[in-house]
């Protein structure tokens, strides 16, 4: 399951109350060379590598998706992800369009995708400026990459708007729960026969 969506929509606070909620779930943790913030653990939000390592790890192909936001290396490692798809869970990212496109290609048949954002381009900036984690620049920069991003909803299955937690809330654990209910994750032939058959 992806969620994408403009930095400052609240897609941590929902993906953290969504996992609680849902059983058998697994939260992919980015890889970013982004510097660590006040309060953050390294393998809690993110794994914190260096830029080297970051490249290294790209040449040997040891990520499901990689992108350069705002200046630094963000990407999701595959070993982690295949062992939780191995154990039946549904995984979980949050992750930008464009890795989501990568994901797309990657595993179309068993990804479900939400576009979670806020109802106007003036609530998001009224968020980010209230949030305090970020300067100016980097605000500048979310909110020029809210509007690249904002163009790429109609690829996504479902688009939350995060006017009410609550409800916003109640609907990503809904489509969190119908994500393990689509088609293409049953063998329909065999499913169909067993179901004439018995």
Known sequence: MVISGPSGAGKSTLINRMLKEVPDTYFSISTTTREMREGEQNGREYFFISKEQFEKEIEEGEFLEWAKVHGNYYGT???????????GKLVVFDIDVQGHKIVREKFDKITTSVFLTTPSLNVLKERLSKRGTDSKDIIEKRIKNALVEIKEIGNYDFLIINDDLEKACDSLISVAKSARLKTSLFDLEQFIDHWINN
Not at 78 to 85: D, G, M, N, Y
């Open 77 to 87: 490692s595959l070993k982690p992800v295949k062992k939780a798809l191995s154990e």
